[in-house]
């Protein structure tokens, strides 16, 4: 079975304009989960999205939004990018909402704002 | 807010030796943890997880603690083999929040 693939692999754009990222979780899973890791640090949590609404947010500021398609498939969006916006976004994928299933984790987007 | 800490970003350890990672956290509302692993240009991958209705978990060669008054927890690899150097991310979650900790990268030596 294939993993949770994520496209694009590498991303560059400039302050200011906006960015879509996408996720395909494993074939079966509801949940997909959004982290943000800058370089340096751990992944931090943005969104957690199951059977298509919005179950969990991190800290993140309203530029920051997702959705999830009824295939399960998600796509997280940013507004008016940021420098500081500037990170690896990795997408995980399990089978229900509870944190408590282990979650799959795709390669990641590398995203540079210049 | 780092609510969960790893305060070693590296570590070294001879091949067969015990390696253990440690990593603490603040909000006493985490009622599971978890430990991933990650390799360059991967995916975080899951190792081992506990509850916290548990203090130990076992499975293979690794072993992760957890003493919750102390707000702790820790994963021990025994015995350490090459393949595991990797950067080691301690995790928990409370509710529909879940937190990683900064990561340590562990190196073992042949």
């Known amino acids: 079975d294939a993993g949770v693939t994520q496209s694009p692999t590498h991303l560059i754009k400039t302050r200011g304009q906006q960015v879509t990222l996408r996720c395909s979780p494993i074939?079966?899973?509801?949940?997909v989960s959004w982290y943000q890791q800058v370089l340096g640090q751990g992944p931090q949590f943005i969104f957690q999205y199951y059977e298509k609404e919005e179950r969990g947010r991190g800290n993140f500021p309203d530029r920051f939004s997702a959705r999830q398609f009824p295939n399960y498939s998600s796509e997280l969006n940013v507004n008016a990018l940021l420098l500081g916006d500037s990170a690896l976004y990795l997408c995980?994928?399990?089978?229900?909402?509870?944190?408590?299933?282990?979650?799959?984790f795709g390669p990641g987007t590398r995203l540079t704002v210049l | 807010d780092q609510q969960v800490k790893q305060n070693s970003p590296s570590l070294s350890v001879q091949e067969g030796r015990i390696s253990i990672l440690n990593c603490d956290y603040t909000n006493s509302m985490f009622d599971y943890f978890l430990w991933y692993k990650k390799y360059p240009a991967e995916g975080p991958t899951f190792l081992i997880s506990i509850s916290s209705i548990k203090d130990k978990n076992e499975d293979g060669r690794f072993t992760v603690f957890l003493n919750k008054s102390a707000k702790h927890l820790s994963l021990h690899i025994v015995p350490s083999q090459p393949g595991d150097s990797a950067v080691y991310f301690c995790a928990a979650s409370a509710g529909n929040q879940f937190y990683f900790g900064t990561g340590t990268s562990l190196t073992v030596i042949p």
């Open positions: 074939s079966g899973h509801k949940s």
């Open positions: 995980a994928s399990s089978p229900t909402i509870q944190f408590t299933d282990t979650q799959y």
